[in-house]
């Protein structure tokens, strides 16, 4: 049973950071991207960054880029989101996701929500200005 936990979330001040975690457990990932979502009150789950297991290839959305870095630990089967320069829009319930990687998509990473396969529960992220 494939199980995703974040930890890491809560309040900041605008400019700080925080680190989120997702510890991936339950199967080989070795195949997958993960990645990370988040969704503010009465908005829809957007897209944020993912990192391939595959090869570490990562990618961000525009919004956070040059803000927030994603990697990960293959020993600890974890995948990180530094968060720095922290922006009061970038409050929001932020969720790690893992994607199945298809060989006869050579391997694509994709973005969209509904091509991940597993969910983790979601930690806060609240950024006051």
């Known amino acids: 049973q494939v199980q995703l936990v974040e930890s890491g979330g809560g309040l900041v001040q605008a400019g700080g950071s925080l680190r989120l975690s997702c510890a991936a457990s339950?199967?080989?990932?070795?195949?997958?991207?993960m990645g990370w979502f988040r969704q503010a009150p009465g908005k829809e789950r957007e897209f944020a960054a993912a990192?391939?297991?595959?090869?570490?290839?990562?990618y961000y959305a525009d919004s956070v880029k040059g803000r927030f870095t994603i990697s990960r630990d293959n020993a600890k089967n974890t995948v990180y989101l530094q968060m720095n320069s922290l922006k009061p829009e970038d409050t929001a319930v932020y969720y790690c996701?893992?994607?199945?990687?298809?060989?006869?998509?050579?391997?694509?990473?994709?973005?969209?929500?509904?091509?991940?396969?597993?969910w983790g529960q979601g930690t806060q992220v609240t950024v006051s200005s």
């Open positions: 996701a893992a994607q199945l990687l298809l060989y006869y998509t050579n391997y694509k990473v994709r973005t969209e929500a509904d091509r991940y396969n597993y």
């Open positions: 990192i391939s297991w595959r090869d570490g290839s990562t």
């Open positions: 339950g199967r080989t990932f070795g195949n997958y991207a």
